[in-house]
């Protein structure tokens, strides 16, 4: 057998680094190889964990095609047994988290007998979590019931979210944990369905000077209040690129220099005032705004006690 069966496909692409032919007639050209993986994985719950991890991974490298065999909800031999003659078919490398210790032995076996690597994705973090805390990992039914409330938790955060976008139901504001203030066109709807999908209940409000927000912005308790800013002149490119969308004229007040410089600034008066923490929006993606909004609430949870 071949010790390594794992056929790695590696194409030649030849990328043109002249765009202009009439400027580089003659132009420069070099050769990517471009490698291909299967990639296969195999969970015993919905497998988003799993798959965020193998994204992630993929995403150190350049120049790599991986094709994502997904098996989720693995519970039985069977189904397992299945799956196998697939990856046989298929071999590249096995990503798995099984909970289920004759179900994880059975695969390994398995992926010995073919000579594919095959890597449990959580042991490295389970097992230095195990020698900090000085236990022993464990599964039980209890778990699969405390990941179900964790997904029920995040339904309901999505559902709230989209119920609170764009200033809609300030009365419930209380029940959200983060609430979301700034100028139109300030990336508030996108950060803030980012932010109910990793669980975080999330409202919205769109800042316009000639229409104060309700009251009950500022008398909020539970949740925590975010400004989101961004620059004048992104904040027009912006504004400009959704009015041609909708075919509308480009040129307009709502994007006119001076007004748009107003509404700022009328913001982060409003966000100095309150002592409400800022997040500038302008080369921030929606994943990085979050990640500091989460550090944000977290430090306010931990302050809190």
Request: charge should be neutral; proline fraction near 6%; charged fraction near 25%.
């Amino acid at each position: 057998m071949d010790k390594n069966p794992v056929n790695v496909e590696r194409k030649r692409t030849v990328i043109s680094s002249a765009p202009d032919p009439l400027l580089y007639p003659q132009p420069a050209h070099k050769t990517v190889i471009m490698s291909r993986i299967h990639l296969h994985l195999l969970s015993d719950s919905t497998g988003e964990t799993l798959e965020n991890i193998a994204k992630a991974a993929i995403g150190l490298f350049e120049n790599v095609e991986a094709i994502r065999h997904f098996w989720p909800m693995v519970r039985s031999e069977v189904h397992l047994d299945r799956i196998m003659e697939e990856i046989a078919a298929n071999p590249g490398l096995v990503l798995f988290t099984l909970t289920n210790h004759p179900l994880r032995r059975r695969l390994e076996a398995r992926c010995r007998a073919l000579g594919l690597p095959h890597v449990a994705a959580l042991d490295g973090v389970a097992d230095a979590l195990s020698n900090i805390l000085g236990q022993e990992t464990r599964t039980r039914p209890g778990r699969k019931h405390i990941l179900d409330e964790a997904y029920f938790a995040r339904i309901e955060a999505i559902q709230f979210t989209i119920a609170h976008d764009d200033g809609v139901g300030h009365e419930n504001w209380e029940e959200a944990d983060i609430v979301l203030a700034g100028v139109s066109r300030a990336s508030k709807t996108p950060t803030s369905i980012y932010l109910a999908n990793r669980g975080y209940k999330t409202a919205n409000i769109p800042l316009v000077p000639q229409s104060p927000p309700p009251r009950t912005l500022f008398t909020l308790k539970h949740p925590m209040v975010v400004g989101l800013t961004v620059s004048s002149e992104r904040l027009i490119q912006i504004r400009r690129n959704r009015l041609l969308s909708l075919n509308q004229a480009p040129e307009t007040s709502y994007v006119d220099s001076d007004k748009v410089q107003e509404e700022l600034a009328f913001a982060r008066r409003m966000f100095a005032d309150n002592g409400w923490p800022v997040i500038d929006m302008t080369r921030r993606s929606i994943e990085e705004a979050a990640a500091a909004i989460i550090n944000l609430f977290n430090d306010r949870v931990l302050a809190e006690g």
